[in-house]
Structures are given as C-alpha cells and as structure tokens.
C-alpha cells in the first residue's frame, strides 16, 4: 500500500520529525494508528500490538469483516444488502485509500499553519459504518422508509456519504468538510460515481438518482438542520467542538438519527439508543447511535 511505503521512508504516515511539538506529536501518534492499522478490515492479526507511541495496546483477534457478520447474526440481520453495498462501495472509492485522505489533510494543515485537534483526519471502515445504519433500520425502526436527508459532519474525502447512500435509497446525501483539498477527493469521487453508476450492478434506479452535494465550508456555517440521519466522526473533537454541535444538532426534527464516534452529543434533546465498541481503522472505538427526543428541552 502506497501509505505503508510512505511510513518506512518517513517513520511516520506524516513523516512527523522527532522535534515536532508534543500536542501535534500526539495528534501525529493517532494517525499514525490509523495508517497502520489500515488493512485490518481484511487481514486477520490475532493476539496483540502496541502502536508506535507505545502508549495503547491493540486486541484484534478478528477482521471487522467477521466482527460485522458476527453482529449481524446476533441481531438476525441478514448480511446481503451490506455485502452488496460493500462491494459497490469498493469499486467507487477503492481508488482512494485513507493515505490519500491523510496526506492531502497534512499538507493543507502544514501550508496553512492549521492545528487544531479537530481537523485530524481519520475515515470510516464501511463495514462498521454500514453496521450502525443497518441497526438504525432493524432495531430503531429509522430508514423504514426511501428517502430522508443525510449528512456527515466534517467529511473528509466522502467516504460515509457514499457508503450511506448505498445503504439506503436517501433523497440527498450532503457532506459538509472545511480543508479544500479533502472537499475536492469528494467531488473526484463523485465524479467516478457518475461514471460508473450505471455500469455496476446492484444499484437501484433510486439510488442512482440521489442528490449528491459536497460542501466546502464549515459545519457551524451550514444549515443542516433538515437532516433525518447525521453522522460526525467525532473521535478527534474535543469537548468545545462537540458543545458547539448541540447547537445545530438540536435543530434537526424530532425522530431523526445521530451516529457519532468515540464520544456523544453532549444535549439533553438526543437520547443515546446504544453505544458499543468496534474495531476501527485506527485501533477500536465506540460508536454511538441516539435519536432525537420529541420535546426540545431548553
Ligand atoms: C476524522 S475526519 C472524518 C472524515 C469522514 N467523516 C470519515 O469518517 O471518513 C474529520 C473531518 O472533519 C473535518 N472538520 C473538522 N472541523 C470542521 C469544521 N468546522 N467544518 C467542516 N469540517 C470540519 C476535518 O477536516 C476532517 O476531514
């Protein structure tokens, strides 16, 4: 893998110097991580491994592959619209592997002097993501329906937008990211989508007609409060950003659905429906699903 060979030459995904400082250090530690421990999703690692910071020890003693179809039999869900997804999702965005994505984020956060903890970039596994829309549909009685609105919140290269949409026939997908390089993966990625959309099989004539938007702004900026299902990978936001999101979280309609990861909207307005630990590309992690309650509480 292209990432891998850039990590031997630069002892780092992000080719981090010894003298970098400690709190970018840290940040640098995680996506290290996360480069390393990108193959999981088909490679079978038993026992365990420390990452390179020695400070977090990894378990794996199975792929996300099998950790999902596990789960999935438990629930009584059959694994068949995921495996499809999974295999439409591979053919769009297997071109671009999370090293792309991190490296295009490094850059525009070293030209432009950017450090915040927020802007550190990680991406979904599909698998794991597709898990948690799967139980929205099964356990909590979301997705019965086509249609509705989703939107990730802080995008990336647009990995949880495509993989949404192929996992139900949503109205419009929107993906709202700030770093202008990660927007414009997205819209190469959409436009591989277009083009091949009516090639690959297994892609109804709805979903081929969901309305795809990418933009290029920040999440406080956009209005996305129409949204039925929003997800934020919120492993890198730090308490201040999570309680900014309550603001636009808690405008969105009664109902509707929020995944996040690692940590959970901070309002008394959404109730957490479960939280559960999986395996991520960076190590695990817990992935929470609420729903918005009826009566906004103030
Ligand atoms: C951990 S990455 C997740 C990428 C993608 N959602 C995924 O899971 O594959 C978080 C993303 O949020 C973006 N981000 C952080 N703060 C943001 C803001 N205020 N507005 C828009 N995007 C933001 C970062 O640049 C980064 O790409």
């Given at each position: 893998m292209a990432g891998d060979e850039e990590e031997s030459k630069t002892g780092g995904a992000e080719g981090?110097?010894?003298?970098?400082a400690p709190k970018m250090k840290e940040l640098h530690m995680r996506e290290r991580a996360i480069a390393r421990a990108e193959d999981l999703q088909e490679t079978k690692v038993e026992g365990k491994m420390r990452d390179r910071s020695g400070l977090t020890e990894l378990h794996f003693n199975e792929t996300i592959q099998q950790a999902v179809n596990k789960k999935l039999d438990e629930l009584e869900i059959s694994n068949g619209r995921l495996n499809s997804a999974a295999k439409i999702f591979k053919k769009i965005c297997g071109h671009y592997p999370a090293a792309i994505g991190k490296a295009v984020s490094k850059k525009e956060r070293q030209d432009d002097a950017l450090e915040e903890q927020s802007l550190v970039y990680g991406e979904i596994q599909f698998r794991t993501f597709a898990l948690a829309l799967e139980k929205i549909r099964h356990k909590y009685g979301g997705l019965s329906e086509p249609g509705g609105i989703f939107v990730d919140v802080g995008s990336g290269s647009g990995k949880p937008v495509f993989a949404a949409m192929l996992m139900h026939e949503f109205d419009r997908v929107i993906g709202i990211e700030i770093l202008t390089g990660l927007h414009e993966l997205s819209r190469d990625m959409e436009a591989i989508w277009h083009e091949r959309k009516h090639k690959i099989g297994g892609i109804t004539e709805k979903m081929s007609k969901t309305q795809i938007e990418f933009i290029r702004g920040d999440i406080f900026n956009v209005d996305w409060s129409d949204a039925t299902l929003a997800f934020v990978n919120s492993t890198c936001f730090d308490d201040e950003m999570m309680n900014r999101l309550v603001e636009p979280a808690d405008k969105m309609k009664p109902g509707s659905f929020f995944i996040s990861f690692t940590r959970r909207i901070p309002s008394e307005n959404w109730q957490v429906l479960e939280y559960e630990r999986h395996l991520m590309s960076w190590g695990d992690a817990t992935v929470f699903i609420h729903q918005r309650k009826a009566d906004l509480q103030t």
């Amino acid at each position: 893998m292209a990432g891998d060979e850039e990590e031997s030459k630069t002892g780092g995904a992000e080719g981090v110097e010894d003298d970098t400082a400690p709190k970018m250090k840290e940040l640098h530690m995680r996506e290290r991580a996360i480069a390393r421990a990108e193959d999981l999703q088909e490679t079978k690692v038993e026992g365990k491994m420390r990452d390179r910071s020695g400070l977090t020890e990894l378990h794996f003693n199975e792929t996300i592959q099998q950790a999902v179809n596990k789960k999935l039999d438990e629930l009584e869900i059959s694994n068949g619209r995921l495996n499809s997804a999974a295999k439409i999702f591979k053919k769009i965005c297997g071109h671009y592997p999370a090293a792309i994505g991190k490296a295009v984020s490094k850059k525009e956060r070293q030209d432009d002097a950017l450090e915040e903890q927020s802007l550190v970039y990680g991406e979904i596994q599909f698998r794991t993501f597709a898990l948690a829309l799967e139980k929205i549909r099964h356990k909590y009685g979301g997705l019965s329906e086509p249609g509705g609105i989703f939107v990730d919140v802080g995008s990336g290269s647009g990995k949880p937008v495509f993989a949404a949409m192929l996992m139900h026939e949503f109205d419009r997908v929107i993906g709202i990211e700030i770093l202008t390089g990660l927007h414009e993966l997205s819209r190469d990625m959409e436009a591989i989508w277009h083009e091949r959309k009516h090639k690959i099989g297994g892609i109804t004539e709805k979903m081929s007609k969901t309305q795809i938007e990418f933009i290029r702004g920040d999440i406080f900026n956009v209005d996305w409060s129409d949204a039925t299902l929003a997800f934020v990978n919120s492993t890198c936001f730090d308490d201040e950003m999570m309680n900014r999101l309550v603001e636009p979280a808690d405008k969105m309609k009664p109902g509707s659905f929020f995944i996040s990861f690692t940590r959970r909207i901070p309002s008394e307005n959404w109730q957490v429906l479960e939280y559960e630990r999986h395996l991520m590309s960076w190590g695990d992690a817990t992935v929470f699903i609420h729903q918005r309650k009826a009566d906004l509480q103030t």
